[in-house]
């Protein structure tokens, strides 16, 4: 069995103790007739509350396992999965796995699997789901401000807890456990022309702060009301740390050693190789994955079993990492990247979580200083355009306004942009503080997200959009 301490406290009701899902490992490995075999377990349960129209709509709650069986012949796999966990049921899924696996075609490039690891001590943490009533209290701090200010508030809060157990036939034993908390909301004016949003996202319920969604949210509702259609261009932009974490996450997403190396990526270097020790954005940038981030118990481990550590993928600008999967890190002849979203089956934990570190500029004192420029909530529907210079495009929402002369003097209609995280990570004037966020279109590997606000400079809005 793989070195590690005792389980945690962490065990909401509907989610597999360390010792349930090595019991069901147990039962699925002996059971198994293939050489080699994995076995991956996801354990979840979620609460959620949607409200509209100024009131709670639906409330539901539902819990889930899941046991992934994966056979190995010779450098042939196949994977059946199940949630009947008698022993009967894992059986007949271990057995069917292996039949098909002898069917595949060879995958040249089929690593084998590890051997016992050691993990991290895990962080003692007691939790629960919180009650329907709970979560319809947290509605109500946002639908009663937005009610008494003639607005219409929408959104959801979405509670989510979950293990993740790997196993293998050669000893290896991986479990950690993760919980998320999401409150969203959305008010808009009676007339459609005003839209505010805000987030609170957080480990547990009580991280939720649903009087400072309410707050924001109604606040940018009333602010955004009539909007004004300014001219697309390039404008010095003021970037609230959602609309930072939509875009500078998918550098992090970009970092694939393989597409670097074989030319297919902006980490690819120009005549051969990749951009490890090259200067790529502003020197006050470094963007990290670190293990302590992550909403798990002990920091998750990759989709191979190995424990996640702490990860600087760019450094004052400067590339330090990319991420080096198990088959080519051996190719290669380098460490193999242990951050997460690699490997062939399910991630463990709360999966990789991405920080961008922060400076001392506050929003307030970005608009202090900005002559002419735009403040943007946040973007949506955001959609690659070339994966070379890591270009997407998408739109602005929920509160678009001018600044003009250090003022925020008016709401403005929103654009569509056509931007790169590394153009205007090369643009930058201001950083301000980290903070925990929601992306909303989150494009990384799922976890935890910490971004801080930004100004910079020639961001490119490239035409305008009715939408609110």
Known sequence: MSAIAPRSLFAP?????????QEIAARALKNSPAETTRVSINSSARADTRFALNQVTTSGEN????????????NRSASVSTNRLDEASLAAAAKQANEIAKLVPANPELMPELGSQTYPMPKDRSFTMPTPSERALAAKEVTELARAADLIAT?????RAGATALANSKGLFAYDASASMTMTATVRSSDGTGSGW???DGVSFADID?????????????????PVAIEPGRYTAILEPTAVGNLVQIIAG???????????SFFSKQGGGNKIGMKVVDPRVTLLSNPEDSPSTNGGFDGDGMPLENVVWIENGVVKTLNYDRFWAQKQGVPVTRAGGGGRGGGGGGGRAVRML??????????KSTERGILVTRFWYIRAVDPRTILYT??????????????????IKNFRFNESPIFFLNNLEAIGSTVRINASENLSAGGAVYMPPLKVRDFTFSSLSDAV
């Open 155 to 159: 959104g959801f809060i979405e509670c």
């Open 358 to 367: 922060g400076g001392t500029s506050s929003v307030s004192d970005m608009i």
């Open 210 to 226: 649903p009087k400072q969604v309410a707050a924001t949210a109604v606040q940018k509702a009333k602010e955004s009301r009539n």
């Open 13 to 21: 009701a509907g989610v597999l103790t360390r010792t349930e899902a």
């Open 63 to 74: 819990q889930d396992t899941t046991v992934t069986i994966t056979a190995y012949v010779g």
């Open 394 to 411: 998408g739109l602005t929402r929920d509160g678009t306004f001018l600044v003009e002369n250090g003022k925020v003097t008016r709401p």
């Open 198 to 200: 805000a987030c609170s």
């Open 254 to 264: 970009s970092m694939q050693a393989r597409a670097a190396d074989e030319g297919r």
